[in-house]
């Protein structure tokens, strides 16, 4: 092996220095003895599963300087230790056939939805620009691979007769102040939770939503009124806006809220009620009423207009009545 390492070195010595051929030399050695190389700033030599470990590892510190919220790392965290338990080659020598495989394997075997599929790929091409981008290797194997189609199906916000019914079927002040509150305000859920009673300021609050992003919310005279109401008969001394009922009154969980949604559902007859599906409701009835799509997606939190406008879909119900008044 020695002569045939060396004869090889000695056939390319004229394109390098010989700093460059020594230390060409001693990866090709390393790479030979089973190591699976990757240059590092002091060129330290790991065993493939460490190195990708390493790799994942430094990605994820990228990300966090970058201004990712820990929700967001814990997601990348996820989908690349369970997309390199997968593969089970060093990362540097995932090609794309690998990462399509591991799709394939996605959808048949794990039944997810191309929804899944597709944020998966989200990930690996975020993580694989990065690697490219610090030279840990030389093509992006996900550059080859084509977004995953979903399917579009338009999501129905509740109507006005559907949220008076919710309303009336809330058993307690606390479920009222709530769902008021996500109809008033189009907040996520997640920021719902987090928020505590010195937020809020009169009619508004200040919401942190996806990227530690903080926004305005409003609260209209309903919202008002049932939360005044919720605060005025809380004996508690949480400092949460909104809390479990049984002692000793935690702050209410993502979990939660969704229970209380789809218990008001339940007792109102109406199938299918979540969290998101208010935020899609307060975004069309705001829409309906006339307010500019650019302020909706102020309200609603969105980075890119693109998002509002496939809330703005939801719309079409009063497409048939604008057309029957402005189109002879």
């Not at 004229?14 to 030399?25: D, G, I, P, R």
């Amino acid at each position: 092996m020695d002569e045939v390492l060396n004869n090889f070195i000695y056939s390319i010595s004229y394109k390098y220095t010989s700093n460059q051929v020594e230390e060409l030399k001693h990866l090709l050695v390393l790479s030979f003895n089973g190591y699976d190389v990757v240059r590092q700033e002091k060129n330290i030599m790991i065993p493939s599963e460490e190195q990708n470990q390493k790799l994942i590892t430094m990605f994820l510190i990228a990300k966090k300087v970058e201004g990712c919220t820990n929700k967001t790392i814990s997601f990348y965290k996820g989908v690349l230790n369970l997309v390199f338990t997968f593969i089970a080659k060093p990362i540097i020598e995932v090609n794309t056939n690998d990462i399509r495989l591991y799709l394939a394997k996605r959808a048949m075997q794990d039944t997810v939805t191309k929804t899944t599929q597709d944020n998966d790929l989200r990930v690996l091409r975020s993580f694989f620009s990065w690697l490219c981008a610090e030279e840990y290797i030389v093509k992006n194997p996900t550059l080859k691979i084509k977004a995953i189609k979903k399917e579009k199906r338009m999501q129905k916000p509740l109507n006005e007769i559907e949220v008076e019914k919710l309303r009336r079927a809330a058993i307690n002040r606390r479920d009222l102040a709530i769902i008021d509150t996500l109809l008033s305000t189009g907040m996520r859920v997640g920021e719902m939770v987090l928020l505590n009673r010195a937020d809020i300021n009169g009619n508004e609050c200040i919401v942190f939503g996806k990227g530690e992003k903080e926004r305005p919310v409003y609260f209209n005279a309903k919202a008002i009124v049932s939360l005044n109401s919720y605060l005025e008969e809380r004996n508690d001394e949480c400092e949460a806006l909104f809390v479990r009922l049984r002692k000793p009154n935690e702050r209410i969980s993502i979990s939660g809220i969704e229970d209380v949604v789809r218990k008001v559902g339940k007792a109102a007859g109406i199938d299918k009620v979540h969290p998101h599906k208010f935020r899609r409701t307060a975004a069309t009835l705001a829409l309906n009423r006339g307010m500019p799509i650019e302020q909706v997606q102020q309200m609603l939190g969105h980075s890119h207009l693109d998002t509002t406008i496939l809330y703005a879909q939801s719309t079409l119900e009063n497409l048939k009545a604008s057309h029957k008044r402005f189109v002879i």
